[in-house]
């Protein structure tokens, strides 16, 4: 392993101004995504949809440090034949992969999941370095609800994304660590920071106990926010001030950068929270951003799978990808959306 370099790929994604794309639904999150703005969901329309996002110069060569793949998507090619990977190249961007494989339940833990995916990993990811991919991700999926998580679910999930870090790091890699935990229930924003502590501070053990280079990650972990069914809500200053007490606890300064995933939030809650962090700083790490869905709402909803509509799904994706990068600095105003708007 050559721990410089993976130094350098990992600086690279958290570069000042700059986030991460993504773009790594499975092919059932695709079809919900899809089918929510009207769209077949077939191997072209995919291809077609992703394609436009990686050719949109502006934005991809300014605001975006890499793009999360799906497996499909790394082998394909755009319609005139360029494959995919190279037209991400060409902005700038550095190319990564997802390389867990969804969620399996776990026995004896009713309503809990462990992320699967390890066993061939090994085999697999040498063929995704040479395809081009310098980073990877593996998400594991944390539920907060009665008696939930339990530690054996944490304990499981941990310790895989930790055997999947050193994996990625033999091979030359660099793994996205993310440990999600799901903004889905009734909870309060205390229950997300006591859990998110919880979890954080065992995958660092796992980490360790696996020899993980911190100083070759990225971390992806979620905010403290309270679930989306909860009656208390909680203000930006409220979320970016408990976020920011939460990660100095639980991260060690050696970890390069923090790319959080939104999860949920509305695009412009996710622009905001991510800003009121970086106006705390200065912090041990950089604060960037990582976003699906705040990142790609607006974009598909603006091409609705017609042609004619490109140019405007990439202005939408370029808006986005220009205020999460402003974010990343502290520097985003409220009045920026308006204006756009
Ligand atoms: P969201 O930002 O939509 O949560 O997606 C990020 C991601 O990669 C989830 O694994």
Redesign the pocket.
């Known amino acids: 392993m050559n721990l410089a370099e993976l130094k350098k790929v990992a600086e690279a994604m958290v570069a000042p101004g700059k986030g991460i794309l993504?773009a790594?639904e499975s092919s059932g999150t695709i079809k919900k995504r899809f089918d929510a703005i009207g769209v077949e969901s077939t191997e072209d329309n995919r291809r077609d949809y992703r394609e436009f996002l990686f050719r949109s110069h502006e934005a991809m060569s300014k605001y975006i440090s890499g793009v999360?793949l799906y497996d499909e998507t790394i082998w394909q090619k755009a319609k005139d034949g360029t494959p995919l990977v190279e037209l991400i190249r060409r902005t700038g961007a550095i190319p990564g992969i997802?390389v867990d494989e969804g969620t399996k339940p776990l026995p004896c833990f009713p309503g809990e999941v462990v992320t699967i995916g390890l066993d061939k990993l090994a085999d697999r990811l040498p063929k995704y370095y040479e395809q081009g991919a310098r980073f990877a991700?593996w998400?594991a999926v944390i539920d907060i609800g009665p008696k939930m998580p339990s530690y054996g679910c944490v304990l499981a999930n941990a310790h895989a994304l930790a055997r999947y870090a050193a994996l990625c790091q033999a091979a030359q890699i660099v793994p996205i660590v993310?440990p999600?935990v799901l903004m889905d229930g009734e909870h309060d924003i205390d229950a997300c920071y006591q859990v998110t502590e919880w979890v954080l501070k065992e995958t660092f053990q796992q980490l360790y106990y696996q020899s993980v280079a911190l100083e070759g990650i990225v971390l992806?972990p979620n905010m403290a926010v309270p679930g989306k069914r909860s009656t208390k809500k909680a203000s930006v200053a409220e979320v970016a001030e408990k976020t920011v007490r939460l990660l100095k606890a639980c991260v060690p300064a050696a970890v390069p950068g923090i790319a959080?995933?939104?999860?949920?939030?509305s695009d412009e809650e996710?622009t905001a929270h991510l800003d009121a962090m970086n106006k705390l700083g200065p912090l041990p790490w950089k604060l960037t951003?990582?976003?699906?869905?705040?990142?790609?709402a607006a974009p598909q909803k603006a091409w609705s799978g017609k042609a004619e509509n490109v140019a405007a799904a990439q202005r939408a994706f370029a808006h986005r990808a220009m205020m999460n990068g402003l974010a990343s600095l502290g520097q985003w105003k409220a009045d920026l959306e308006k204006k756009a708007a």
């Not at 959080?260 to 939030?265: N, T, V």
């Not at 951003?289 to 790609?296: E, H, I």
């Open positions: 993504a790594d999360i997802k991700k998400r993310e999600e992806k959080f995933l939104s999860g949920g939030q996710a951003f990582s976003y699906g869905r705040a990142l790609q």
